[in-house]
Every structure is written in structure tokens, then in C-alpha cells.
T-cell receptor, first 111, second 115 residues
């Protein structure tokens, strides 16, 4: 069945470091891909999305490119801040409009 | 922005009792709501999809008689864990959307502990 695999955390970085969180997926058809973020004490919220191959989603300095050939949607940010500390979830939405999530990756950014 | 309110945020109950969790869309009409369960360090597992005014669609392996879902209005869905047991202890999260391809909006989750 459809699934999402993302790198295990936690990921600990210093402020201004480069961030990559890997995400790969398995799906039939052509899913839409998402990154959600959960800040401490809050619910999940959409960070960015891409709906077709080669699309790049971006928001708040984060980017991810839909790579059909490698079935990947890696999240990147050039310079992280302490305020980026959160749990990041990669997800896909199938043609049936169900959303399937990865296990989440916790990011700690040190000042 | 779209806000989903989930209540309670945490609950402790005794084994054998039932617990109801509410999920409300505060500023939009949610045609579809989803209920997820999250185990520590694991992904969100979709339990069921509920459309307003119709019966919920449960995922394989989810007991519909144990996890009762009601979506009686466009702004409210409830999940009732019946005859709760310690193994039902988990983090339950609801989400809602307006249309089929619109983004999901999440509640803050409910931590259920069954003693």
C-alpha cells in the first residue's frame, strides 16, 4: 500500500546550519506531497506542498521538490533558526484523498 | 485562518468506561473530518474518515464498535472510545477540510490515558 518513510530523528543543529530531512514515498498513481510542522504544544499545520512531478513547494525559507524518478520529497532550509525547532511530518495524499503521514522527524536548533 | 478545536486536550479514565472526544471547526464548515491515532515516535495512523451526515468509513483493523464516530453537523465530529482499556491509551488527533483537495486543518490532539 501507499506509505511514507522519513529519516529518524532527532536532528540537532546549530543556528544558521543547513537542514535536510529526507522523505521518500511509495504510492500508486501520482500523489500530492506535503510537509506539515508541529510546533511544541500546537497542532499540525501545513508547511508546504507540491502536487505534481518537479514542482517545488516553499514557505518560510523551507523548500522541497517533488522528484518522481527518486520518489522523494526532501525538506531543506539554508539557515535554520531556534524557532524552527519542531516535529516535521512528510505526507502524501492519494487519489482517494486520504492523507498518509511519515513518522515525523524532531528538529532541535541550538542557539 | 481555519481553526480546529479539539477537546479535551487530555483525559484519564478507568478501564471499562467510555470517553468522548470532540472536534470542532470554529470558522469554517468541514465536510470531511479525519481521526488519527499516534503512538510514541510513530506516524499518525488514520483511523476513520467521517463525512457530515453519513456513517464513518473505518480503516482496516480499526474496530468501529469500539471507536464510535459521529459527524452530525458541518462543524462537529465526535470520537467515543467505548469500554476503554489500557491499550487504548494514545494520542488522538482530528483534522478537517472543506473540500476534497483542500488542505487539512488539525486539532491539537487529545492524550488519553486508561488506567
Amino acid at each position: 500500500g501507499d506509505s511514507v518513510t522519513q529519516m529518524e530523528g532527532p536532528v540537532t543543529l546549530s543556528e544558521e546550519a543547513f537542514l535536510t530531512i529526507n522523505c521518500t514515498y511509495t504510492a500508486t498513481g501520482y500523489p500530492s506531497l506535503f510537509w506539515y510542522v508541529q510546533y511544541p504544544g500546537e497542532g499540525l499545520q501545513l508547511l508546504l506542498k507540491a502536487t505534481k512531478a518537479d514542482d517545488k513547494g516553499s514557505n518560510k525559507g523551507f523548500e522541497a521538490t517533488y522528484r518522481k524518478e527518486t520518489t522523494s520529497f526532501h525538506l531543506e532550509k539554508g539557515s535554520v533558526q531556534v524557532s524552527d525547532s519542531a516535529v516535521y511530518f512528510c505526507a502524501l495524499r492519494t487519489g482517494g484523498f486520504k492523507t498518509i503521514f511519515g513518522a515525523g522527524t524532531r528538529l532541535f536548533v541550538k542557539a | 485562518g481555519a481553526v480546529v478545536s479539539q477537546h479535551p486536550s487530555w483525559v484519564i479514565c478507568k478501564s471499562g468506561t467510555s470517553v468522548k472526544i470532540e472536534c470542532r471547526s470554529l470558522d469554517f464548515q468541514a465536510t470531511t473530518m479525519f481521526w488519527y491515532r499516534q503512538f510514541p515516535k510513530q506516524s499518525l495512523m488514520l483511523m476513520a474518515t467521517s463525512n457530515e451526515g453519513s456513517k464513518a468509513t473505518y480503516e482496516q483493523g480499526v474496530e468501529k464498535d469500539k471507536f464510535l464516530i459521529n459527524h452530525a453537523s458541518l462543524t462537529l465530529s465526535t470520537l467515543t472510545v467505548t469500554s476503554a482499556h489500557p491499550e487504548d491509551s494514545s494520542f488522538y488527533i482530528c483534522s478537517a477540510r472543506t473540500e476534497a483537495d483542500s488542505p487539512l486543518h488539525f486539532g491539537n490532539g487529545t492524550r488519553l490515558t486508561v488506567t
